[in-house]
């Protein structure tokens, strides 16, 4: 987690849907890294979840209805305070009658006054009968709370608690805390910036059930993919096999192999303005990979016939445009910042990140990392910590290089 994930204020209004009752879970992982969360009940949100286990799990006191009018004793009304407190705001679940109300700007209730009353972000998380969704009134209400500057994330398909099955799903918790987190983000200075991350390890099969390669985790690319989103990026993931979800708002196109994984890079490349090449690609594959499992009794020894996958960075390097920026990455074992020069010479890299992989601190699959930031004026920088922080650090290099690009 990043420095800028703790210590937030965050305000959640709930309203009355039947998935009001996952709002104690997303209070509860709100809370850590020690992030304050005020929520406000709805009068029907009160039937689905109780104000008692918020408080709780809070440890704030909680806002109902027929606090609106009510001052508590202190010199401002309630929505003027809580509107003030909040550096970020998501409405989880939004009923259909709840988005009605923020796209008219209804002051009425104490969520309404609040909403009207906030500068913080909003996001606002409908949730409810797929055909209420799909209905055109409550589309037109997406649409005005789009134009109003909130931000309205769709619900998800899947099994209704209605019966029915279809899109009107409240998002995960997971989506959840990501879009809350991307609202939080310090820094938006990627905005219309379009970036093409690769992530994770390549699989070249020599059999259908035997492949080579590597130990690659695919956690660097994934949180510079999410990094990137957070600072407002429009992003494409290009992952290799790894068991990691990408963030709700990032397109990801999942490949096996080195020559999957070259192809849709190429497909993508004109569209990028930044290129991130952190995967781990498999440098050979098969000459030839057998059409069935290559039996352990029928060879004393086993010697493999290797070819050379293409080059992704030395293509994208090649081909890249004059506005394009291309940035690499350098694992190690030795001669760190020798080989790291020599690998950005060669492939056309504006920059590379080089770190070593000996060691437990750097070994593949941490969760922390150790970097070196080098350029063509040598080395620019050095980043330690979890990945995340690694990956934050890592777009600012990027960015000052692309305001130097006119970007």
């Known amino acids: 987690m990043t420095a800028w994930k703790e210590k937030r204020r965050i305000l959640l209004g709930v309203s009355g849907g039947i998935s009001a009752y996952k ?7 709100l809370r850590h890294g020690g992030n304050e969360v005020d929520c406000i009940l709805t009068e029907a949100a009160e039937r689905f979840v109780s104000p008692m286990v918020l408080a709780t799990l809070s440890e704030r006191r909680v806002w109902l209805e027929r606090d609106f009018l009510s001052d508590d004793g202190g ?11 909040a550096e970020a705001c998501g409405v989880v679940p939004c009923t259909a009658d709840t988005l009605r109300k923020i796209a008219q700007g209804e002051a009425g209730t104490l969520l309404g006054a609040t909403l009207l009353a906030l500068r913080a972000p909003v996001v606002l998380f409908p949730a409810m009968n797929v055909h209420m969704w799909d209905h055109p009134a409550t589309q037109a209400s997406v649409t005005r709370c789009r134009e109003l500057g909130y931000r309205v994330i769709e619900p998800e398909e899947g099994y209704l608690a209605c019966g029915y099955e279809g899109r009107g799903r409240l998002p995960s918790k997971e989506v959840i805390l990501e879009e809350l987190w991307r609202a939080l ?11 093409l991350v690769t992530a994770g390890p390549t699989l070249e099969f020599l059999d259908p059930v035997r492949f080579l390669s590597n130990p690659s985790s695919g956690k660097m690319g994934y949180a510079m993919a999410r990094t990137a989103w957070y600072r407002g990026a429009e992003v494409c ?48 594959r098969a000459a030839q990979q057998e ?7 029928s060879r004393e020894r ?5 070819e050379q996958n293409p080059d992704i960075a030395a293509a994208v390097g090649s081909r890249k445009r004059a506005d394009q920026f291309l940035l690499g990455f350098a694992a ?10 020599s690998k950005m010479r060669r492939k056309g890299l504006d ?15 941490a969760e922390d990392n150790s970097v070196v930031v080098i350029d063509k004026s040598g080395v620019v920088a050095e980043f330690s910590g979890n990945k995340e922080s690694v990956a934050d650090s890592l777009w600012d290099e990027v960015g000052k290089r692309l305001r130097g690009k006119g970007a």
């Open 291 to 297: 059409t069935r499992k290559i039996k352990r009794e």
């Open 75 to 85: 010199p401002q009304i309630p929505h003027i305070r809580l509107a003030e407190r």
């Open 332 to 341: 190690e074992t030795d001669d760190l910042i020798a080989h790291a020069q």
């Open 351 to 365: 920059m590379i990140v080089a770190n070593p992989v000996s060691g437990q601190r750097n070994a593949f699959g």
């Open 23 to 29: 709002v104690p879970d997303f209070v509860r992982a």
């Open 237 to 284: 993931l290009v992952t290799g096999p790894v068991p990691l979800d990408p963030p709700p708002g990032v397109e990801c196109v999942r490949v096996t192999s080195a020559l999957e994984m070259h192809d849709a890079v190429l497909r993508k490349l004109e569209w990028a303005t930044v290129i991130v090449k952190a995967a781990a690609v498999g440098d050979y």
């Open 185 to 195: 983000s310090p820094k938006c200075d990627l905005e219309g910036v379009r970036v």
């Open 302 to 306: 086993l010697c493999l016939d290797l």
